[in-house]
């Protein structure tokens, strides 16, 4: 069958133009249009580039495994020869799964946003503007993901940064709400400079071996012969560091695609908000609760994860990046379950909470299980957009409380909402059965098995710890919240509420997935033959696994069973634990918090990270700018030699030189010009 589909672009284009038609309108009417029809065009966007993006995938089943791929060229975009990139969209098997996620997911949090922001009624078109940047947002995404090379993917990498700036500072008359959007919009550019690096290296290796190219199918193909046996020629590629560099081991010397996956993995670490670059994602949680689940479940933080994924054949030759990238993963996944454990902002708990799962996320590709990054990637898009579009649904009932100290006792008034907030919950904590328990179990089980990762033992517990934190402050947030007795102050204690059904049907939408995608996609293959008699059940590890190529390790049942029951007794201690403090004894807690009161300072203050960096990287980078940059290199060297000293110049030699020329009198332009005439004679004649 062939390969070439020219409805791909459809998939991206659909929200681009929903932004670019709605954006004009506000920009040249200066009004807004109705507010169903703003909604209904900014929900069926989406819409649309799902039912496009499913009906593609079926075409994709039908082609023979292996070449499962379609392909949309658009034009040429840039063409040297002999380098060429091709303004192209790429749908395979790994793509497949991060367009249904982004689109369908995305679409149930647009639907929410239109009864979250319906109270908006400030007077700066803030309705509209909102779904302008949402659907800017998703067409970006969209971009990121079916880019057919490493360039495309770049643009759309940048989209989402940009848009997350535009949305996380959406109510930018609040100088908090505009510096979180400016702190997002920094840090992702750190990350992205090198993510730059990275694509440079990478096109001088590909360019030295004699095949210049970004395009990922080409660049594969180059690494891996006919067999699938990787190219070590390309492998063995060095580089020589700079001397500033010298603190590095192996110094001087480097693998040249080890040195290009680091800068990759910088650029990942920016946009998925890993170990050190994860503090832009908490004050990400300024923006309206729609953008923190569109941003935190379905789209910009899995773009690093993805992106590991889709060079998973470039990494694949770099262990150590491979290592790096585990070990960061799963720091992340511990330091941000512990920072979870003391916050009282309900969506601060869920913001750490993401950073966490991402941890997982990254220890799953660095040891090489990239089916189960994806399965992860899809579940944790399920439960973390329940969780939040719940968590907004409470906000919106606690008449925009955030801090759960003041929440308490809404089960008997928000008994909807507590449900589906309570499946998510289970969902993360990973209970038997839940969506949760299958991907976090294979990304464990992964982490045991691999054995060329350095003290994979040792990741394998923290990842076990973790698990069991995230239990502890996921019951924690749903005690707080649902039981126990009512803490809101009067006034908002007599006007609780339940939501309306357009707030809370993409949550029970949410809520279905969250029970049951899990084991619709990566139900394990060691109990899916042996115990139900069905032949590949992680659905998702076959399918994927032409593209992403995970190492294959096998286990026999009892101990599939054994490393899952493992992870959910850790996870049950937690749970216990939450329920003992923050539902049946809960007079212990004023005890147990002054007695652990320096360590609950530590944490709560989020281990003062955000002000390390204030003073040693922000201060410093502020007064050097006032300093030397303003003072020294802008006031006197640019405008006092440059500007001002030029038009000193100017002005000197006018009024000592030229105005003097300016005499008045005919006679004296009349000599001028016969003197210049005859200059002019002389040097023609002497030319010839």
């Not at 078109?125 to 880019?147: D, E, I, K, P």
Request: glycine share 8%; with cysteine.
């Amino acid at each position: 069958m062939d390969h070439v589909d020219n409805s791909l672009r459809l998939i991206p284009l659909f929200p681009l133009l929903a932004a670019v038609l709605s954006g004009l309108w506000l920009l040249f009417a200066r009004t807004e249009l109705p507010r169903l029809a703003v909604a209904i065009g900014a929900c069926l966007a989406p819409a649309l580039s799902f039912v496009v993006a499913f009906r593609a995938v079926f075409q994709l089943i039908e082609l023979k495994e292996g070449t499962r791929y379609l392909v949309d060229n658009v034009y040429t975009w840039i063409s040297a020869h002999p380098f060429h990139a091709e303004l192209s969209f790429l749908l395979d098997p790994l793509s497949t799964v991060m367009v249904l996620v982004v689109s369908g997911v995305g679409t149930l949090i647009h639907i929410y946003a239109v009864g979250y922001m319906s109270d908006d009624h400030r007077d700066d078109h803030g309705f509209q503007r909102f779904f302008v940047y949402m659907n800017l947002f998703t067409f970006s995404m969209l971009m990121l993901v079916l880019g057919d090379n490493l360039l495309v993917m770049f643009v759309g990498w940048e989209g989402v940064g940009l848009c997350s700036y535009l949305l996380i500072g959406f109510w930018y008359l609040d100088d908090h709400n505009a510096m979180c959007g400016q702190k997002a919009f920094v840090v992702n550019r750190i990350g992205d400079f090198g993510f730059l690096l990275g694509i440079f290296l990478l096109f001088w290796a590909f360019n030295q071996a004699g095949h210049p190219t970004v395009d990922f199918r080409e660049m594969s193909e180059l690494v891996r012969d006919p067999q699938g046996v990787y190219n070590l020629d390309l492998a063995s590629r060095v580089v020589t560091l700079p001397a500033w560099l010298s603190f590095l081991p192996a110094f001087p010397t480097w693998k040249l695609l080890t040195l290009a996956c680091l800068c990759l993995f910088v650029g990942a670490c920016g946009k998925s908000a890993q170990l050190p670059l994860y503090v832009w994602l908490p004050d990400a949680m300024a923006g309206p609760t729609p953008v923190s689940a569109l941003i935190h479940a379905a789209t910009m933080v899995t773009a690093g994860v993805y992106m590991i994924c889709r060079m998973s054949f470039a990494f694949s030759l770099a262990p150590g990046a491979q290592a790096t990238v585990a070990w960061v993963g799963g720091c992340t996944a511990f330091f941000a379950a512990v920072i979870a454990l003391c916050q009282k902002d309900i969506k601060k708990v869920l913001a750490y909470s993401t950073v966490s799962q991402l941890g997982y996320m990254f220890m799953a590709a660095g040891v090489a299980a990239y089916s189960a990054a994806l399965l992860h990637l899809t579940t944790h898009a399920f439960f973390k957009a329940l969780l939040f579009l719940a968590a907004g649904s409470v906000i919106l009932g606690m008449h925009h409380e955030q801090n759960m100290d003041y929440m308490g006792g809404l089960w008997d008034r928000m008994r909807r909402t507590a449900i589906v907030f309570v499946v998510g919950v289970l969902a993360i904590t990973g209970f038997p059965g839940f969506a949760g328990f299958f991907s976090k179990d294979e990304i464990l089980r992964a982490a045991l098995q691999a054995r060329d990762i350095p003290g994979n033992g040792a990741l394998y517990g923290l990842g076990l710890l973790t698990a069991g934190l995230t239990a502890f402050y996921m019951f924690r947030l749903w005690f707080m919240t649902f039981t126990g007795e009512t803490r809101a102050p009067v006034q908002v204690r007599r006007s609780i509420h339940e939501q309306p059904a357009i707030i809370l049907a993409p949550l029970w939408v949410l809520a279905v997935l969250s029970i049951f995608g899990g084991a619709l996609l990566g139900f394990p293959d060691a109990w899916g033959e042996p115990v139900f008699g069905v032949p590949d059940a992680n659905s998702m590890h076959h399918f994927v696994d032409e593209v992403v190529h995970s190492e294959e390790h096998e286990i026999e049942a009892l101990e599939e069973f054994g490393l899952a029951m493992a992870a959910f007794a850790v996870a049950g201690i937690g749970a216990a634990f939450a329920a003992f403090l923050y539902y049946y004894r809960t007079d212990l807690l004023p005890r147990v918090s002054e007695l652990l009161k320096p360590l609950y300072g530590v944490v709560y203050n989020k281990f003062w990270i955000d002000e390390l960096y204030d003073a040693v990287i922000i201060r410093p980078l502020i007064r050097l700018s006032d300093t030397v940059l303003y003072r020294v290199i802008d006031q006197r060297v640019i405008d006092g030699l440059g500007v001002n000293g030029v038009a000193s110049f100017v002005r000197g030699v006018a009024d000592r030189g030229l105005k003097f020329v300016q005499t008045g009198f005919t006679q004296s332009y009349v000599f001028v010009m016969v003197v210049g005439a005859a200059v002019i004679v002389v040097y023609m004649v002497g030319g010839h």
